[in-house]
């Protein structure tokens, strides 16, 4: 595709359960991000990943946060356990290498009843 | 880690008027600071970026100054417009070394007609 893609767009789960956050970023882009946006706030820094490098992991706010990217492409993120405070915007983006021009996806809405 | 402070968190000005928003950074070794624009229910989108090298950059009614002694960066708008009413947000980090992106808060900039 010509964007980042991002599924689900919107996620509602009762708290206690799993939920897995996808992203396709841009073909041919190394690096991926992730970033969390709760109501009116910032854009709080998760994960990210270069190439086959170690993954930046110094953003995740607890061990019921993990994510992966396979194949130097799709990458998902994990929350287990979820929390009531785990609800807000998940944004994914992508650039052609660090420090370059980040297009973002359009966000899953995460809701934790 | 890097740390970025931005300031106002909200803005009002009149249309034509000019606006500044201000970000300071904690970490010396960060070079490279974009600004992110994200409109109501859309994702951010890059609008200007400056590298440690240069002290000033200008892209039609935009502009921003870096101060590499005083680690602080500015934003500013001139001819304001009502369609510049948004979230603008500031971000750092160590290009070529350490790609994260670590953003401030935002700034709700208002601009009435």
């Known amino acids: 595709g010509a964007g980042v893609s991002q599924s689900p767009s919107n996620k509602v789960t009762e708290k206690g359960k799993d939920v897995e956050l996808r992203c396709d970023p841009i073909s041919g882009h190394t690096a991926l991000y992730w970033y969390r946006q709760s109501l009116g706030q910032g854009l709080e820094f998760l994960i990210y990943?270069?190439?086959?490098?170690?993954?930046?992991k110094s953003g995740l706010p607890s061990d019921r946060f993990s994510a992966e990217r396979t194949g130097g492409s799709v990458s998902t993120l994990t929350i287990q356990r979820t929390q009531q405070e785990d609800s807000a915007v998940y944004l994914c983006a992508s650039s052609f290498t660090m420090g370059e021009k980040l297009f973002f996806g359009s966000g899953t809405q995460l809701s934790v009843l | 880690g890097e740390n970025v402070e931005q300031h106002p968190s909200t803005l009002s000005v009149q249309e034509g008027d000019s606006a500044v928003i201000k970000c300071t950074y904690s970490d010396s070794a960060s070079n490279y600071f974009p600004w992110y624009k994200q409109e109501l229910g859309k994702r951010p989108q890059l609008i200007i970026d400056?590298?440690?090298?240069?002290g000033e950059k200008k892209d039609q009614r935009i502009a921003v100054t870096l101060n590499k002694t005083a680690k602080h960066f500015s934003l500013h708008i001139t001819e304001t417009q009502p369609e510049d009413s948004a979230v603008y947000f500031c971000?750092?980090?160590?290009?070529?070394?350490?790609?994260?992106?670590?953003f401030g808060k935002g700034t709700k900039l208002s601009v009435k007609p």
């Open positions: 990943f270069q190439g086959n490098s170690a993954p930046d």
């Open positions: 400056i590298r440690s090298n240069v």
């Open positions: 971000a750092a980090s160590k290009r070529w070394s350490q790609g994260n992106l670590i």
